[in-house]
T-cell receptor
């Protein structure tokens, strides 16, 4: 597996609380992505980054924000978690925008 | 925007048989089509991909075909084995748009010994 880690791997939180998920890579890849996976929906892109401080929205960005202050780290923040954000979150990395994407191990988030 | 439809949602085959999963896409500008395999509780793993300048690509027992005119692409697995059992996802992206992948809904493949 590519050098991608995600933390935490599991988290249970309450509605209305802020949550930050971290993706860390050791591959020095320029592109990083956050997807969520829900039954019946496959994987859907939340936000992505094409460089330090360069980010853009994906299909399902409402309620999420991201930051990338270093090449190796991409943070996903839920400012005020809702039950609809209960999901498995995957980070992915790519050497370029049109290159293969490799996924991290995922974070299972439950919002009660 | 791009939309990817994947069929069937479930597929059951006997060991040694072939399996075919089909995807259609809506945006004719899409030019990169990867396939991922995901085992239960694990991350999606890239197994094969194809770009729009190629009609077919093979890697041992798996192959992908692309029909740009009809806007569909397919995954073919020959001589299936129990370890091929997993959920398979197709995806599509458009060149020079950040590599944003649009995924199909997934196919759960079960290979019975």
């Amino acid at each position: 597996d590519a050098g991608i880690t995600q933390s935490p791997r599991h988290k249970v939180t309450e509605t209305g609380t802020p949550v930050t998920l971290r993706c860390h890579q050791t591959e020095n890849h320029r592109y990083m992505y956050w997807y969520r996976q829900d039954p019946g929906h496959g994987l859907r892109l939340i936000h992505y980054s094409y460089g330090v401080k360069d980010t853009d929205k994906g299909e399902v960005s409402d309620g999420y924000s991201v930051s990338r202050s270093k090449t190796e780290d991409f943070l996903l923040t839920l400012e005020s978690a809702t039950s609809s954000q209960t999901s498995v979150y995957f980070c992915a990395i790519s050497a370029g925008g049109d290159y293969e994407q490799y996924f991290g191990p995922g974070t299972r988030l439950t919002v009660t | 925007g791009e939309n990817v439809e994947q069929h069937p949602s479930t597929l059951s085959v006997q060991e040694g048989d072939s399996a075919v999963i089909k995807c259609t896409y809506s945006d004719s500008a899409s030019n990169y089509f990867p396939w991922y395999k995901q085992e239960l509780g694990k991350r999606p793993q890239l197994i094969i991909d194809i770009r729009s300048n190629v009609g077919e690509k093979k890697d041992q027992r798996i192959a992908v075909t692309l029909n740009k005119t009809a806007k569909h692409f397919s995954l073919h697995i020959t001589e299936t084995q129990p370890e091929d059992s997993a959920v398979y996802f197709c995806a599509a992206s458009i060149y020079n748009q950040g590599g944003k992948l649009i995924f199909g809904q997934g196919t759960e493949l079960s290979v019975k010994p």
